[in-house]
């Protein structure tokens, strides 16, 4: 049975509730520069006249828009894919990512049933971009929000009222139609947006272009740098599970889970296809959404909210991550969403989508920061993994074939497992395990022999005495507080406090805010001693081989002294 619609009745009339008929009315065709293909401004500004900048409404907007859109969709349906890059190329050239737009075209043009969704989301983070590159022309930071960017009198100056009228009923606030969210949120299923919109806002994008011509040139529009993500390495263990896996075992999952909504099956079906042709970024830009909608699903059954389901009203935000990763709905009410589906799947939501050191893709890839043709292939694993973990844990075991159980369970299993990564702890706690592999190096630090250097191997011992009682101390605590017997652990005390770090148990989840000042705190002091560590190992290897080839000065001399004298006070065996 058909799933019913995720957008409200008012969202649903104004979206889709539309004529698709092509209007040859004067005022329409006025307003096209056909054959040349662009938006004739001032034709469009007296359509507009008389309505409101900011309304209540945009109902009468969106029907003065409406037959324009018709008749840019049935006149772009004409264009060959290669005609579309010939007449477009120079005025999509301002985007700095035209090859974005051409794909929004091509796919269009391939009539898949997704073919809307996958045109809107790149063409809606790709255009966000490109007017906050504009933006920083007159003025910097640039706003982080796109309804913030859109009501900026920098971008108004440049850009002209009537352009940014036309922004706002397409990407502007909820009352607009708003089709950044909906789309980016999860809420439009295939097709359900009226695939006019799709080629009008490629349409506007062209038009901007050649109205920026007349005062900037395009080719000295600065861009901003991609935004890359050098750590997500890190999640290459976590999934091993998930990877060289047959796309038919992979639609069995979704065919039978009842995470995914029947109607957005298609979408699923594409972004497979996106990844098995190894296009990460067009992958991960689909499924990202429908993760939301899955999750939105399971926090209002479990919360009992149904009306967050849909789209929100004028008076209510979106049900968004935002809402759904928070302890409590109110002061009153706790979210249940945690109880019911478990922490490792809270907290891989958690590194996937808000913690700062992790990729927080969703946020960066719908605003534009990322070059969805240069999306590494260990992001969409990930993205892939965390998706899959969550139909799995809807998906009727007893249904599948054996090949699909072998799969699910050896899922499961890592799921059930999954410890945070990028969580300020978990990040905290490999950098102590950086620091004691450096510490380790220091027993092979080269000592000169006697008679090469003067130094003094019999100083005292304190600063040892001193680090071994720390040390000592913090195991001990350690072994009481985990019911262990003391003489069991290593003797080494660098071995028991590595052991100490392995076994600690950290809570990652809704933690207070002094646990995170203090956690930060002592990122800081760690990563000093780990720069610290590689200094000396560095610099004792040096001025030993210079020692050896006698190219010592005095003063180097007597600094490395100084410097073998402290290592002599410590004592290895006792410390490490």
């Known amino acids: 049975m058909m799933e ?85 190329s120079d005025n999509l050239h301002w985007t700095g990512q035209k090859e974005v737009f051409f794909e929004c075209f091509e796919v269009l043009q391939s009539k ?26 007159k003025n910097r930071p640039c706003p982080a929000m796109l309804k913030d960017l859109l009501v900026t009198p920098e971008l108004s100056t440049i850009l002209g009222p009537t352009a940014i009228h036309i922004l706002h009923i397409l990407i502007g606030p909820p009352t607009s139609l708003n089709l950044r969210n909906i789309l980016w949120h999860g809420f439009a299923a295939p097709a359900e947006i009226p695939i006019m919109y799709a080629y009008f806002l490629l349409f506007v994008t062209a038009s901007l272009g050649e109205l920026l011509s007349c005062n900037v040139d395009p080719a000295e529009l600065p861009h901003r740098p991609w935004l890359t993500f050098p750590n997500v390495s890190q999640t290459c263990k976590i999934t091993e599970v998930t990877k060289d896996i047959e796309k038919d075992i992979l639609m069995d999952v979704l065919n039978r889970t009842s995470f995914i909504p ?17 296009r990460c970024g067009l992958c991960v830009m689909l499924l990202l959404p429908q993760l939301e909608l899955g999750v939105r699903r399971v926090f209002v059954r479990v919360n009992d909210c149904p009306q967050r389901l849909v789209t929100a009203e004028t008076s209510v935000l979106f049900t968004t991550f935002d809402e759904m990763l928070c302890l409590g709905l109110s002061e009153e009410k706790e979210n249940a969403l945690m109880a019911q ?89 490999r950098s102590l395990d950086e620091l004691f592999t ?48 003391r003489n069991e652990l290593p003797t080494h005390n660098l071995d028991s406090l590595k052991l100490f770090c392995t076994m600690m148990s950290l ?31 560095q610099i004792s290897k040096l001025r030993y081989e210079q020692l050896l080839n006698k190219e010592l000065r005095s003063r180097q001399r007597k600094n490395y002294s100084k410097l073998i004298s402290r290592f002599c006070k410590l004592d290895f065996h006792r410390l490490a």
């Open 4 to 88: 019913a619609s995720f957008l409200s009745e008012n969202v649903k009339q104004l979206v889709c509730g539309t004529g698709q008929d092509p209007c040859e009315d004067a005022k329409t065709t006025d307003c096209l520069q056909l054959p040349q293909g662009t938006i004739h401004w001032q034709a469009l500004q007296h359509t507009l006249k008389g309505l409101e900048e900011f309304p209540s409404s945009y109902t009468e907007h969106v029907e003065r828009l409406q037959p324009i859109c018709v008749s840019v969709c049935h006149w772009m349906q004409t264009l060959t894919i290669e005609e579309f890059k010939e007449k477009y």
């Open 341 to 429: 589906v478990g922490a490792p799947y809270t907290e891989m939501l958690m590194d996937l989508l808000v913690h700062q050191d992790g990729p927080r893709l969703r946020n960066h890839l719908s605003h534009g920061e990322i070059n969805f043709f240069d999306v590494a292939k260990d992001v969409t694993d990930f993205v892939l993994f965390v998706c899959l973990s969550w139909a799995c844990l809807f998906t009727d075991r007893k249904s599948t074939d054996p090949k699909t159980n072998l799969f699910l369970e050896a899922l499961e299993s890592s799921s059930k497992g999954y410890k945070s990564i990028y969580h300020p702890k978990s990040i905290l706690r």
């Open 262 to 278: 029947r109607n957005m099956l298609t979408i699923w079906e594409k972004a497979l296809e996106y990844f098995y042709d190894e």
């Open 112 to 137: 898949c049933n997704s073919a809307t969704n996958v045109s809107l989301l790149l063409s809606t983070a790709a255009l966000e971009r490109a007017l906050g590159d504009v933006y920083l022309t």
């Open 438 to 485: 450096s510490l380790e190096q220091w027993e092979n630090i080269p000592l000169p022999k006697p008679g090469q250097l003067e130094y003094e191997p019999g100083a005292d011992s304190k600063l040892t005495t001193m680090l071994s009682n720390v040390a000592e101390n913090i195991c001990n605590n350690f072994a009481i507080r985990s019911c262990l017997n």
């Open 507 to 537: 809570s990652t989840l809704f933690r207070p805010k002094i646990e995170l000042e203090v956690t930060s705190l002592l990122q800081r002091i760690l990563n000093q001693c780990v720069s610290l560590s590689q200094n000396i190992l």
